[in-house]
């Protein structure tokens, strides 16, 4: 499979819990994206990695979130004390430095209860 | 701050039919996307337009840009019940010097074509 891939697919939490999520992108992808989705809405852009750097975080990433992409190739994105709000998709998208057009993965939906 | 705006927000439309969606945008970009997402499914990415004037057509879908009317369109054709979905139209911006390009989302337009 040659697309971006996220795991989990689903995550069910408990509010105050620490959540963790996987982004494989395409693999010569040097760009890579976190986007977040809530119901209804269009994706609001979360962070962006070039190679291991992070290089933009958006407002809406509040201190209880985290990204890192470690070694350039795929990112993990770290919620940490969920609450009920953050329940939302979770998108990440890749593209080349060349590229001009980004792959979306499938999402990880998260449901805070 | 940089604002998308599509509409209509909502449309249904009958079998055969043709209708435009518009997505506004308020800063300088000469870059749209226009994706497609179906429920509780990812963005598939429909249209990528480059410069002023580019228009790209696949199926029965037709996308333009104008970059001085900071005006994109969506123009669906004859439409079919598989085109039910939300769409949305996407602005690739840099606001600074030495920042990343990043895309803004309108807010999408469910589209609901009824036989």
Redesign the interface.
């Known amino acids: 499979d040659t697309g971006v891939s996220q795991n989990p697919r689903h995550k069910i939490t408990k509010r105050g819990q620490n959540v963790t999520f996987r982004c494989d992108p395409i693999s010569e992808h040097n ?1 890579l ?1 976190w986007y977040r989705q809530t119901l ?6 979360l962070t ?1 990695f ?1 190679n291991e750097a992070q ?2 975080k958006s407002r809406l990433l509040s201190d209880r979130f985290s990204a890192e992409r470690p070694k350039g190739s795929f990112s993990t994105l770290e919620i940490q004390r969920t609450e009920q709000g953050d329940s939302a998709m979770y ?1 990440c ?1 890749s593209l080349s430095g060349q590229n ?8 990880t ?1 998260l449901t805070v209860v | 701050e940089l604002k ?1 705006e599509q509409n209509p927000l909502f449309l249904s439309m009958q079998e055969g039919k043709n209708y435009t969606i518009y997505c506004n945008y308020s800063t300088t970009s000469d ?1 749209l ?1 226009w ?1 497609r997402q179906d429920p ?4 598939e ?1 429909l249209f ?1 337009l ?1 410069s002023n004037g580019a228009v790209k057509q696949e199926g029965r879908l037709m996308a333009s840009l104008d970059t001085k009317a900071r005006l994109s369109t969506l123009h669906i054709t004859a439409a079919v019940h598989d085109l039910s979905a939300t769409y ?1 139209c ?1 602005v ?1 911006t840099r606001l600074f010097a030495g ?2 390009s ?7 337009t469910r589209l609901q074509v009824t036989l």
């Open positions: 760009r994206y209804g809405q269009g994706p609001e852009f962006y070039q290089l933009e998108l998208a001009t057009e980004a792959f979306f993965g499938q999402g939906r | 998308v870059r996307y994706y509780g499914k990812s963005l990415s990528v480059l949305f996407a690739d920042t990343a990043k895309l803004t989302f309108g807010t999408g």
